[in-house]
Structure formats: structure tokens, C-alpha cells
């Protein structure tokens, strides 16, 4: 007996490692099944430990999903708040800068008109048939100065010495220093 044939050893090797193999196959369904257990065993003292707070829990991250979701839109509705605000701003400056050139061309005015306003203006009345007197009276009282001349014109039928056109017309605004043109009917 002292040697093996090789297929005698072939066939002892393979046994062997069928029992090795068998063994460690054995090994890790234990292993797999205890792991398995602990799992659970974890899985449910999580349960155990969570309790009535599971509930809440849940509750709670539903809640942090709902407020992230709001502040995701309130974040947006800043920033449309922020690029709205900056255009106001711009069209305000634009504004300021409008106004500030109307009050200034407002200054002006005012101080033109205090000028104006401090003349005598009075609205040209219609001299038109009225003597030259008439036309002199309202000159002087108006600070203007009269200009006439006589005309003669073949078409026109008036009285001698009536005035039979002006400038300017009647409701023409007259200020003191204005000049007033008449023409005079002269046969």
C-alpha cells in the first residue's frame, strides 16, 4: 500500500475538496443567514426605537420637501423682485433727471413772466371806422406809438378820416413799446 495510483489520488483530492467545498459552502450560508438575522434584528429594533416618532418622522420630511420646494420659489420671486427694483431705480434716475431740467426751464419761465408781468398788456381793439383820435387814445394809453398813412383807393366807399385797416388785428395782444399802423380814408 504504499503508493497510490494517481487516479487513487485524483479521486481522493476531489473528495477532499468536495468536503472542503461542502464545508465552506456550509460556512457561508450560515454566515449569509446570520447576517440576514442581524439585519432584521436591526431593522426592527429601528422600528422599536422610532416608535410613535416614525409618524412624525415621515411628517417631518414631508414638510422639509414642502418648505424647500417655497424657498426654491421665494428665491426665484427675489430675484424677479431684485431685477424689477434695479429697472425702477433706472427709470427713476431718468425721472429725477427729467424733472430737475423741468424745474429748472420752470425757473426760467417764472422769471420771464415776472418780466411779462410786470408790462401792461391789452388785447388791440377794432379801429375799423372809428377817426384817427380814437386810434391815438388807445396808442397812449397802451405806451404804443400811432402810425398812419392816408389812402384814396378807387374801390372803397368810407367816410373821410375813418380808418379802413390796422395792425395789428383786433385781439392781437399790445405791450407798451408796440406800434400800431393804421391807414386813413383821404378823398
Known amino acids: 500500500m504504499g503508493l497510490m495510483t494517481s ?49 412624525e418622522i415621515e411628517s417631518l420630511e414631508t414638510e422639509i420637501a414642502t418648505l424647500s420646494t417655497e424657498r426654491d420659489a421665494l428665491r426665484s420671486e427675489v430675484d424677479t423682485l431684485t431685477e ?26 417764472s422769471a420771464a413772466l415776472g418780466v411779462i408781468g410786470d408790462l401792461e398788456i391789452a388785447l388791440m381793439v377794432d379801429l375799423t371806422g372809428s377817426g384817427l383820435e380814437l386810434a391815438q387814445e388807445f396808442a ?34 399790445v405791450i407798451p413799446g408796440s406800434v400800431i399802423w393804421v391807414q386813413v380814408f383821404s378823398p
Do not use: M
Not at 40 to 53: F, M, P, V
Not at 141 to 169: K, S
Open 84 to 109: 424689477t427694483r434695479e429697472t425702477e431705480l433706472e427709470e427713476l434716475e431718468r425721472v429725477s433727471d427729467e424733472l430737475s431740467a423741468a424745474t429748472q426751464e420752470n425757473a426760467t419761465l
Open 140 to 173: 397812449d394809453l397802451h405806451g404804443a406809438t400811432l402810425i398812419f398813412e392816408t389812402v384814396a383807393p378807387g374801390n372803397l366807399i368810407a367816410r373821410p378820416g375813418a380808418i379802413v385797416d390796422q395792425l395789428p388785428i383786433a385781439g392781437t395782444p
Open 7 to 55: 487516479g487513487t489520488q485524483r479521486k481522493f483530492l476531489a473528495a477532499a475538496l468536495a468536503v472542503v467545498l461542502g464545508l465552506t459552502g456550509l460556512w457561508l450560508a450560515g454566515s449569509r443567514s446570520a447576517a440576514q438575522a442581524e439585519a432584521e434584528r436591526l431593522r426592527e429594533k429601528l422600528e422599536i426605537s422610532r416608535g410613535d416618532a416614525g409618524a
